[in-house]
């Protein structure tokens, strides 16, 4: 078992929530880029989610998850001080920094919660981090200051305006290579982009006439995060790989975006009609 | 007086048309009388050749002799003394390739049935209320790690902890068991089964640590660190196999792993859980094994109308034990023999709707034995289905490998190991599918046996 130490809503909508998690073995080993998969109890399913922070001394790992379907919406209902059955990992491998100098880390949604580590450790190893942050509204913005401080510049826009500037990431990437271009400063040496999988197929095609590489993370759907199912299969040029294992960083201008889509709706009846049945009553507790 | 009947007495079984709607056991077990009655039948040979074709050596004449006494707990003892997961091989030991090959009553009418005989007892044991405590073996102060909770894991440990040694196992899943809990279905083996032998354990003093991913969580170097004096890795063949042929990317393709996880061990099949797995009306299997007969049966028991094992060579060839054949087909599972697939076919949504298949014929015998499939020419067509799982074999999970240094590994990606299970580096030892590629329940204890044995016999001599 394994306990929540801190939760935290990150929005006025309460669509996204921190959750810090006492996991010391995998506190221990945790990078940015990397995954668990957590379990309520012995009834759910095993759900992977990105590692968002950890503390080695203090052995704990952050999470910061989106209610979508019937286990996330669960999990939004645990509280401080109650336990979950499992969580394990670290899973996948860790983003690659090396070599880098300057690197625009793009995030979308929920998406900007798997960035941030990854922006955050970037900064740190003194590489230039643009963060682009994008939301739909104003309501849903997460991560302020957080976003801030790992980064050396930070556009925050939203698709109606109702917070920071308007408009999309796909925008706003556009005018930072072509502001690179016009003021002949060093152009963008990777491109990291997670977010919905719509908007990275899009903001893979920003990046392509420039030819910046540009990494995305993906999460489709898998079972045991170790190589074991083979359901998370993707094609990355044109060959087969398993994201839990040779991901889950993929490069853009490789991913079969068309397979990917299809693959991450298969199960979705199946999970529509299991979050309408939630109980009213628990608000999704079971036992208890 | 022995019992001369040349046939084993049948196991009672559910009706095959009313167990394939359902995840009940199919083999109901004997009853005390058909157990003493079936053990009569042993003529305990004095040079007992059963026992050479058992990998865990069982005592199989001695415990038969209890049986037929009425002594169940006594056959319990014996056979505990060498086997640490009973029911388990009562159950699912290829009994017909090992110690039931070797009786002297199969050369004239049917083998004792010593599987049967095994499970009896072992389910005897689990169902008795006033059992007698564990023995808890002393302490020896000596830690050792094993990784993997399956077959070769739990009979290490289990021998390990007899002898005296502090046992953690490192399990990567939520519950501990391994194949026996993934891979291997409810009906065929409950995992209240499992759980119960596992339990066992723990009792005895095993420390089961789940979560846990060697080469992720934690690596072999640090278990050294942290105070283990000796591994043993029994890691199994997690990794499966694909086809490689066009379509093996569209949605309803399934790896056997991923299809049997999810009903086995996420329990999708039950409502009361959150793991979804979609309702097929048409599924093709590919493979002729015996976990594509597993696969085989849990997509009929979903519900499906039809369901194909497609395999590239003839009846006799399968790879599969005879009596999961024999078990698969009163089930209305159709063979789809001689057939080998080539692609498979998906509607504008990618979702799939048939597996094209090539006939095959037989062609003269390959290196095995077995008889070499050959392509006949021009004779392509599609199998109507909506659903594939790909059944063809597992390899080695590549994460222990590549996160232990000098450890070296074969062609195929398992870890190299002599016959004592001593891999490339000093204090550490593995056995199991990890070592030898996917294999059998029993194999992978008769590994984790020795490897419990040599790491012994290592510690011992370290002292020194």
């Known amino acids: 078992m394994y306990k929540v130490v801190t939760k935290r809503f990150l929005n006025e909508a309460k ?94 949604g929920v998406g900007c919660a798997i960035a941030y580590p990854i922006a955050k450790e970037m900064h740190k190893l003194g590489i230039d981090v643009t963060f682009i942050a994008g939301f739909r509204s104003a309501d849903i913005v997460i991560l302020k200051e957080e976003l801030k401080a790992a980064s ?76 074991m199912c083979g359901g998370c299969r993707v094609i990355v040029g044109g060959e087969t790989k398993f994201a839990c294992v040779d ?39 079971r036992n208890g | 007086m022995a019992n001369m009947k040349m046939q084993k007495n049948p196991m009672p079984e559910q009706d095959p048309l009313v167990r394939n709607k359902n995840f009940d056991e199919v083999a109901l077990g004997y009853t005390a009388e058909m157990a003493i009655d079936e053990a009569k039948r042993c003529l305990n040979c004095k040079n007992s050749l059963c026992r050479t074709g058992c990998p865990v050596s069982v005592r199989i004449p ?30 699912v030991c290829p009994q017909e390739k090992q110690c039931e090959s070797k009786c002297v009553r199969g050369i004239k009418g049917e083998s004792v049935g010593i599987g049967r005989l095994e499970r009896f007892v072992a389910d005897y044991h689990m169902a008795k209320e006033d059992k007698p405590a564990v023995t808890v073996p002393e302490s020896n102060g000596h830690k050792i790690a094993v990784i993997g909770s399956g077959p070769a894991g739990l009979t290490c440990a289990g021998d390990l902890r007899k002898m005296g040694y502090d046992v953690t196992i490192f399990e990567a899943f939520h519950k501990a068991g391994g194949v026996l809990v993934y891979g291997i279905p409810q009906f065929r083996l409950p995992k209240e089964i499992v759980a119960a032998e596992i339990e066992n354990l723990k009792a005895m003093g095993v420390v089961i640590e789940n979560n846990v991913i060697i080469g992720k969580s934690l690596t072999v170097d640090e278990l050294f660190e942290d105070g283990y004096e000796a591994v043993f890795i029994g890691s199994g063949a997690g990794l499966p196999q694909f086809l490689h042929i066009p379509g093996e990317n569209l949605l309803g393709v ?82 789809m023999l001689l057939n080998n697939p080539v692609s498979i076919k998906g509607d504008e949504n990618g979702h799939v709707v048939g597996i094209e298949l090539q006939k095959m014929e037989l062609g003269e015998p390959d290196e095995k034995g077995r008889r070499r499939p050959v392509p006949v020419e021009g004779s392509n067509w599609v199998l109507d289905c909506d659903a594939v799982v790909i059944a063809i074999g597992t390899s080695p999970n590549p994460l222990i490998r590549s996160t232990t240094k000098n450890l070296n590994t074969t062609k195929k990606g398992g870890i190299e190991a002599d016959e004592n299970g001593q891999t490339s580096r000093e204090g550490v030892f593995a056995g199991g599918d990890a070592v030898t590629g996917a294999a059998t329940v029993i194999l992978a204890m008769g590994a984790g046996k020795t490897g419990a044995k040599s790491i012994d016999k290592y510690i011992k001599s370290k002292k020194k």
């Not at chain 1, 491109?191 to 006439?209: E, N, S, W, Y």
């Open chain 1, 247 to 285: 991901g889950p960083d993929f490069d853009a201008h490789e991913v079969d975006f068309d397979s990917l889509l299809k693959r991450a709706a298969f199960y979705k009846d199946e999970q529509d009609e299991a979050a309408q049945h939630i109980c009213k009553m628990t608000g999704g507790k």
């Open chain 2, 62 to 91: 001695e415990f038969i002799a209890k049986v037929a006494e009425g002594d169940f707990d006594a056959a319990y003892d014996i056979i505990t003394s060498t086997n640490s997961l009973p029911a388990v091989c009562g159950r």
């Open chain 2, 254 to 335: 399934y790896s056997a792993n991923e299809f049997l996880t999810r009903v086995n061990l996420m329990k999708a099949y039950r409502d009361d859980y959150d793991t979804p797995i979609k309702k097929f009306n048409r599924v093709a299997i590919v493979g002729g094994g015996n976990v594509a007969m597993d696969a085989a049966r849990v997509a009929k028991r979903l519900g499906a109308e039809h369901v194909y094992i497609t395999y590239r060579r003839g009846k006799d060839e399968l790879p599969a034990r005879k009596e999961e054949v024999e078990h698969a087909e009163p089930e209305e599972i159709e063979f």
């Open chain 1, 152 to 227: 050396d510049k930070l556009i925050i826009c939203t698709d109606d305006g109702s917070y920071g500037e308007k408009g999309f990431t796909t925008q706003y990437l556009q005018q930072e290579i072509d502001a690179n271009i016009a003021e002949g400063k060093l152009q963008f040496d990777r491109v990291i982009a997670i977010g919905p999988d719509i908007m990275m197929k899009f903001l893979a095609d920003v990046t392509r006439p420039y030819g910046i590489k540009t990494i995305i993370s993906l999460d489709p759907i898998m079972v045991d995060g170790t190589g």
């Open chain 1, 15 to 108: 669509t996204i929530c921190l959750f810090e998690i006492e996991a010391p073995r995998v506190a221990r080993h945790a990078q940015a880029g990397q995954f668990v998969i957590f379990r309520l109890d012995e009834q759910g399913e095993r759900v992977p989610v990105s590692v968002a922070g950890w503390d080695r001394e203090k052995g704990t790992v952050t999470v910061m998850v989106q209610a979508a379907g019937r286990t996330t919406k669960m999990l939004h209902t645990v509280e401080e001080g109650d336990y979950i059955s499992d969580f394990v990992g670290p899973l996948g491998k860790a983003t690659e920094m090396d070599g880098l100098q300057k690197v625009c880390v793009v995030g979308g």
